[in-house]
Nanobody
């Protein structure tokens, strides 16, 4: 069974920084994309950043120049470095991994695995 374990959320003042981590279980296979999403109270979940296996990255406009997504393929881990945080960045952050499955089950089409979410709160 694939599990994603997130860490690094917390409370920070505006202008501060946080680094989120998301580690996928060792059994996961065929990762083709890893990313971060966030959901603020009363709002829809939005895509924040994505990194493909070829290293290509994409960001939502509101975080460009402030957030950086990276990954450690050997550890099946994706990171989100968040700098110059703003109160509007406050949300629950979720990691998502697209993969072909695990060592026990393989899918023809990549499936989505989600983390449990970590709270990021930015005070003004």
């Amino acid at each position: 069974q694939v599990q994603l374990v997130e860490s690094g959320g917390g409370l920070v003042q505006a202008g501060g920084s946080l680094r989120l981590s998301c580690a996928a279980s060792e059994s996961i296979v065929g990762i083709n994309a890893m990313g971060w999403y966030r959901q603020a109270p009363g709002k829809q979940r939005e895509q924040v950043a994505t990194i493909l296996t070829n290293g290509r990255t994409t960001y939502t406009d509101s975080v460009k120049g402030r957030f950086t997504i990276s990954r450690d393929s050997a550890k099946n881990t994706v990171y989100l470095q968040m700098n110059s945080l703003k109160p509007e960045d406050t949300a629950v952050y979720f990691c998502k991994v697209n993969a072909r499955g695990s060592s026990s089950i393989s899918y023809i089409v990549p499936v989505e695995y989600w983390g449990q979410g970590t709270q990021v709160t930015v005070s003004s």
